[in-house]
């Protein structure tokens, strides 16, 4: 309890909460302090003197306090309530409705472009996205909130890849016109990137890709409109562009050679598969090892190729493997492999594979030889 003195003419606060003004003094052998609420107290507040603490104490001052606030235009009503010794200020906001072009989501999760009001629990509205994935324009749905920008992406992603985005100035769904090298996918599942528009609408491209994976780039071509693809569906693309030992520009807007560095591994034509090293005079690549109808080489030069995918570069590593030499693409160099591929060369060379499992055969030559040299 804080200290106080009772004064005249000033006001308290008792334990209980009560404010108690004090109107007089008086004296029947002991001083005291009278309150408006009829109440005796003593100097220091307390009310009872036996008590050591008594709900009627006065133990603080009541001081005027005077907060100057401004209301918010969409408070609907204000609520002031006095709880013990505190005054609590309510402010209660009117329900917003939403406005046109707001994105909102219902409680079914269908993802909406809000346009009006239709009933107590429907909205008329632009677009919408259903649970389902389907896309929709221009009907009611039942009401919802308003989403979240995560929740609104879906709705985003579904009209770009239906050739549509929406226009918040003019509050209208639009098609998507394609710029120069914008990505782009047919209804025949070809994919190309966007040159220019023909006056038959038909698109021309700088390079296009068919369903099966060809890609078709050494004329100029057209082909029929599409939307812009996804990113994965641009990525066919491109893979096929690098099969091809080609890459695309968007600077220059050109398809290019891919330049190989020293320790690409590449293929040409006659699907030989070697190790770059260098570009010689006449346009031929020199290679640090080659693989071609069965037979390695180290050091030489050969017609140039792409770059080769995993799969057709594992046939070098594999054929290097089984002459016992590894790539060490730090070092640049063909080094000598592990013991263990020396031995499986040494197996597959002597003993006949219909008796025994090069193998198994192999991993007991290596186990007994480190066994010997561990027992030196």
Request: net charge negative; glycine share 8%; charged share 30%.
């Amino acid at each position: 309890m804080s200290n106080i003195k009772l004064e005249v003419g000033k006001t308290y606060r008792s334990r209980e909460g009560e404010e108690v003004k004090i109107v007089g003094t008086g004296n029947m052998g002991w001083d005291y302090w009278n309150g408006n609420n009829g109440e005796w107290y003593y100097e220091g507040g307390k009310w009872s003197h036996f008590a050591k603490e008594h709900p009627k104490d006065l133990v603080e001052e009541v001081t005027e306090i005077r907060h100057t606030f401004t209301i918010a235009n969409d408070v609907k009503t204000i609520t002031i309530e006095q709880v013990g010794n505190r005054i609590v200020l309510e402010m209660v906001p009117e329900e917003s409705q939403p406005k046109p072009g707001d994105i909102m989501v219902s409680g079914l999760g269908n993802i909406y472009i809000f346009k009006s009001v239709v009933g107590k629990d429907a909205h008329r509205y632009f677009a919408l996205l259903a649970k389902d994935g389907l896309l929709i324009t221009d009907s009611i749905c039942t009401s919802g909130r308003s989403a979240t920008p995560e929740e609104a992406q879906p709705l985003w992603d579904a009209l770009k890849k239906a050739g549509k985005r929406w226009n918040a100035e003019t509050m209208q769904i639009e098609d998507i016109g394609p710029k120069p090298g914008d990505v782009m996918i047919n209804k025949f599942g070809s994919i190309y990137i966007f040159k220019k528009v023909y006056d038959d609408g038909w698109h021309s491209n700088f390079v296009w890709v068919d369903s099966n994976g060809r890609a078709f780039y050494n004329s100029t071509a057209t082909c029929s409109p599409g939307r812009p693809a996804t990113s994965e569906e641009a990525q066919t693309l491109f893979d096929a562009l690098k099969k091809a030992g080609k890459q695309w520009n968007p600077q220059t807007m050109q398809i290019e050679d891919i330049k190989p560095k020293p320790g690409d591994v590449m293929i040409n034509e006659k699907g030989s598969v070697y190790i770059f090293k260098d570009v010689v005079d006449n346009g031929n690549h020199k290679y640090f090892v080659w693989f071609g109808n069965k037979h390695l080489s180290i050091e030489g030069t050969c017609l140039p190729g792409r770059p080769a995918t995993p799969e057709e570069a594992k046939l070098l590593f594999d054929a290097l493997k089984k002459e016992g030499k590894q790539w060490n693409p730090e070092t640049m160099e063909i080094e000598d492999g592990p013991e263990i591929d020396h031995i499986r060369k040494w197996v597959e060379k002597h003993l006949d594979y219909r008796y025994y499992n090069h193998e198994s055969l192999t991993k007991v030559i290596y186990n007994y030889l480190k066994y010997k040299e561990g027992e030196k």
